[in-house]
């Protein structure tokens, strides 16, 4: 199994209409993805309030290319979300334990 960590800051001034976007439409979206076992968001807290992250277990390798294409290794955002966000990152990890 392949563990991802999506990592969103926004812009400032953004965090209200990335948290919508987050709640309304990433996290369902994600939960239904075909090849994640384990989908795991994290939502901003007050001492860090333009920060959100998706842990995500897929299946496979496979099913993370199935869903994202080849590039996996680079963030991909949804249009909607791009003029909301500052940067983004991701790191892969296999799951042990």
Not at 46 to 54: C, I, L, N, V
């Amino acid at each position: 199994m392949l563990m991802r960590i999506f990592q969103v800051t926004t812009r400032p001034g953004k965090e209200e209409a990335f948290a919508r976007f987050f709640h309304e439409t990433a996290i369902p979206l994600m939960k239904q993805t075909e090849g994640i076992i384990q989908v795991l968001p994290g939502a901003a807290r007050a001492d860090s309030p333009q920060e959100f992250s998706f842990v995500m277990v897929w299946q496979d390798l496979a099913a993370l290319k199935a869903f994202v294409g080849d590039d996996y290794q680079n963030p991909h955002i949804d249009p909607a979300e791009a003029e909301l966000v500052a940067s983004r990152s991701i790191k892969h990890y296999d799951l042990v334990g």
